[in-house]
Every structure is written in C-alpha cells, then in structure tokens.
T-cell receptor, first 118, second 108 residues
C-alpha cells in the first residue's frame, strides 16, 4: 500500500518551454502533497505544499508563477515548470500524506522526475 | 525555522556497525524521520521516532532524545547495498524539513 507514482520519470526539453509533472497517489487519498527539488549531492528542498482544492503554499524563494501547482483531486497533483531554463534542471520529487493517517507526518514519496533543460 | 545537521559523508567496512548522528532545533518539533536514498531514486522510509528512546527494526535502529534535539541512526552488520545517502528529517509546522543527508560508503 501507500504507493505514489510520478510521470514522466524523465524529460528533456528546450529552454523556454513548459513541462508538466504529475504526481498520483495510487491506493490512498492524499489531502496534502508536497513538491521537492533535489540538486546533485544535495538534500531535498521543499518547494511547496499542495492541499486538495486550495492554492499551494510556496516556500520562501520559490517563484509561484514559475512553478505552477494544481491539486485538483485527492489523488493527483501537478507541477508545471513554466518557461524552463537550464538552471531548472533538477530531480523533482513529490510526496503525499495519507488522508486516513490523521495528523501523522509520514510522507510517501514518488520515484522522482529527472528534468533536463537544454 | 528548523535547522537539521548531519555529517556530509561517512565510510565504514562491510560487517561493521555505523552510527549517523543528527541534531535539530527542538522548538515546534513533531517527530524525527530517517530515510534512505540511493542515487537517482526517491527516498525510502526507514524509521520514525516521536518519543525518547531506541526503536529497533532489524539491522537498523533509531534513537531520539527530545531534550537534547538529537537523534542517531544505527546500522549493524553493514552490507555493500547499504551504501546510500541517509536523510534525517524533522516534522515541523506540518512539513518535513530535511538535513543535507549523509553519504555512506561501505567498503569490503
């Protein structure tokens, strides 16, 4: 149980284009999903917290107009990197918290999406 | 905010025991997680401590002292496949705040 998928697993795009990454909770409902970015040899940096049916909460320094997050259902959140540039190349990981877990902090992580912007 | 500190890298020998330490700020703390991450993959859950003491799970154990803002992950009978990054994360303000990760290399 508690499986989270991400699609695509990797993507290469040209500078200036937009890329959408999907995060799905496959066997549970997730009221809250999180988006992280990880650069090589570094830890996970939280970008934003996404709650179903409401606007995402972005961490300091993360541009909300560049990283668009939509959490339209209890099993799907999307991250769109708009007008991507080479410095946006990174490993993007989503996680989800099980609605049934109440106040528990445990998050289930997706397999990640490797974005390369040329 | 929350500041998580752990060593950047460690090296140990196959079959040995290694302890990875983690310190955090205690204000607003809501539990301590340890994750394992292999290169290019997502983190996988190892342990969760919310009360003081030692939690043992097979070869892996995790310890927490809330008053000291201190945790450690203990890995016994090290295997080559244990070479990975180990991430300490504190629950805080509804989020998980991650340390920079400890890169563990297990050598024969």
């Amino acid at each position: 149980g508690a499986v989270v998928s991400q699609h695509p697993s990797w993507v290469i795009c040209k500078s200036g284009t937009s890329v959408k990454i999907e995060c799905r909770s496959l066997d549970f409902q997730a009221t809250t999903m999180f988006w992280y970015r990880q650069f090589p040899k570094q830890s996970l940096m939280l970008m934003a917290t996404s709650n179903e049916g409401s606007k995402a909460t972005y961490e300091q320094g993360v541009e909300k107009d560049k990283f668009l997050i939509n959490h339209a259902s209890l099993t799907l959140s999307t991250l769109t990197v708009t007008s991507a540039h080479p410095e946006d190349s990174s490993f993007y990981i989503c996680s989800a918290r099980d609605r049934a877990s109440g106040g528990a902090y445990e998050q289930f992580f997706g397999p990640g999406t490797r974005l390369t912007v040329l | 905010g929350q500041n998580i500190d752990q060593p950047t890298e460690m090296t140990a020998t196959e079959g040995a025991i290694v302890q990875i330490n983690c310190t955090y700020q205690t204000s607003g703390f809501n539990g301590l997680f340890w994750y394992q991450q292999h290169a290019g993959e997502a983190p996988t859950f190892l342990s969760y401590n919310v009360l003081d003491g030692l939690e043992e799970k097979g070869r892996f154990s995790s310890f927490l002292s809330r008053s000291k803002g201190y945790s450690y992950l203990l890995l016994k009978e090290l295997q080559m496949k244990d070479s990975a990054s180990y991430l300490c994360a504190a629950g805080w303000g509804g989020k998980l705040i991650f340390g920079q990760g400890t890169e563990l290399s297990v050598k024969p």
